[in-house]
Structures are given as structure tokens and as C-alpha cells.
């Protein structure tokens, strides 16, 4: 009988991939489907079994192969060749499941461990008014521009 893999073992959590495409190309494709369907089915010869998966993928990943593109601190070494290589391990298809990328920055010694400054009270009480919104593509045209 197959048993559950990590897929299925972070149903309604989360799932952490460092180094996101340095995992092989087979194993990345194979995300795709729990993403969209939110089960995985295993099928052997004596069976098939089905398993929950609708978990919540976050992946990190260096912006090239050496982790130094865009740092102002470090030069990258990579050639363009290389980082093409790079990007190209994460299919189009897989990255249409991704709904949202941040680009972190290096952060100082200093910035990582500075405490942050305490909010005085009345800006905190001010945070209880704040309403929710939904943005718009016309929204953000607007501000674009």
C-alpha cells in the first residue's frame, strides 16, 4: 500500500521548499497537480489511493546560481547562460500556481538584529479603524501611472 509523502503530509498546512529549483524537474512538475486539484493519487499495480493535499506551497530561492544577482554588496559571477539555465528549471505551467513572489533583499548584521521601535499607543488604536479593501486592476493602473 503507498504511503502518504510530504505533499500529503502538509494538507491544510504549509510546505516549505528551499532552494526551490534545485530540486530535479520531475519532482517540481509533480507539484503541479496537488496545486490545482488538491489530492494526490498514487497508482501501483495493485492499486490506486488517493490523498488529500490542499496545502499551501512556499518556496525560496536564490536569484541566480551563486545568490548574488542585484546585491549591491557581492558581484554575481554567473553568466547569462547560466542564470537562463537557472530560471528555466521552473516550468511556466508551475509558476502560474504561484500567486505571489517577494524579493528579500541582504539584510546588515545591524538590520537583523536592531530591535524594532515600539509603536506609541495612539497610531496602534488608529490600526482598528483600518477597513479591508479589494484592489482592482484599474486601481493599480492608477497608481502606476
Not at 500567486?99 to 482598528?128: I, M, Q
Amino acid at each position: 500500500m503507498p504511503r502518504p509523502g510530504e505533499v500529503s503530509l502538509a494538507h491544510r498546512g504549509l510546505l516549505f521548499l528551499d532552494e526551490f529549483p534545485e530540486f530535479s524537474r520531475k519532482a517540481l512538475e509533480t507539484l503541479r497537480q496537488p496545486l490545482e486539484d488538491g489530492a494526490v493519487v498514487i497508482s501501483r499495480a495493485r492499486a490506486t489511493v488517493q490523498y488529500p493535499a490542499r496545502f499551501q506551497l512556499i518556496a525560496a530561492m536564490n536569484p541566480c546560481p551563486c545568490g548574488h544577482l542585484g546585491d549591491p554588496e557581492k558581484a554575481c559571477v554567473c553568466t547569462p547562460s547560466e542564470r537562463m539555465r537557472y530560471a528555466a528549471r521552473l516550468s511556466g505551467p508551475l509558476l502560474d500556481r504561484i500567486d505571489l513572489t517577494v524579493r528579500v533583499p541582504r539584510l546588515t548584521v545591524e538590520e537583523l538584529t536592531r530591535a524594532p521601535e515600539p509603536e506609541p499607543t495612539a497610531p496602534v488604536t488608529d490600526h482598528d479603524k483600518c477597513k479591508p479593501f479589494k484592489l482592482n486592476a484599474n486601481d493599480l493602473i492608477r497608481q502606476a501611472a
